[in-house]
Nanobody, 126 residues
Framework: QVQLVESGGGLVRPGGSLRLSCAAS????????MGWFRQAPGREREGVSS????????YYADSVKGRFTISRDNAKNTVYLQMNSLKPEDTAVYYC???????????????????WGQGTAVTVSS
C-alpha cells in the first residue's frame, strides 16, 4: 500500500522556521522524484519545490526561493522541506507528492504526480 505521510507542520511566528518531513512507503522511493505543494484557504494548489530522483536537482517557486530548501534521504525514504524566514503568506496545507517522471519538475505540474500525502498544516501568524 502506497503511503506518503507528512509531518512537522504547526504554528510559527513570522520569521520563524519549520521543517516538514514526508515518509514514503509502498513504492520504490529512490526512483521517484518528489515535490511539495501547498494550498492556502480559498486558493488553488501551487507547487513549492521539487527534487529529482536522477541527480538530486532541485527547483523552487519564485515565492520561496532563498527561504526554503528541499532535500531527500533515500536510505530513509523521506523527503524534507526546510522552511526559513516564514511569512504569513506561507500559511497553507502542505502536501508532498511523488512522480515517476524526471522532467518538467520545475513546472510543478500536479497531474503528473502519481501519489499524494494527506497534508500538514502550516500557520504563520503573530
Amino acid at each position: 500500500q502506497v503511503q506518503l505521510v507528512e509531518s512537522g507542520g504547526g504554528l510559527v511566528r513570522p520569521g520563524g522556521s519549520l521543517r516538514l518531513s514526508c515518509a514514503a512507503s509502498g513504492f520504490s522511493f529512490v526512483y521517484y522524484s518528489m515535490g511539495w505543494f501547498r494550498q492556502a484557504p480559498g486558493r488553488e494548489r501551487e507547487g513549492v519545490s521539487s527534487i529529482s530522483s536522477r541527480d538530486g536537482s532541485t527547483y523552487y517557486a519564485d515565492s520561496v526561493k532563498g527561504r526554503f530548501t528541499i532535500s531527500r534521504d533515500n536510505a530513509k525514504n523521506t523527503v524534507y522541506l526546510q522552511m526559513n524566514s516564514l511569512k504569513p503568506e506561507d500559511t497553507a496545507v502542505y502536501y508532498c507528492a511523488a512522480t515517476v517522471n524526471d522532467y518538467d519538475l520545475e513546472y510543478f505540474v500536479s497531474y503528473e504526480y502519481d501519489y499524494w500525502g494527506q497534508g500538514t498544516a502550516v500557520t504563520v501568524s503573530s
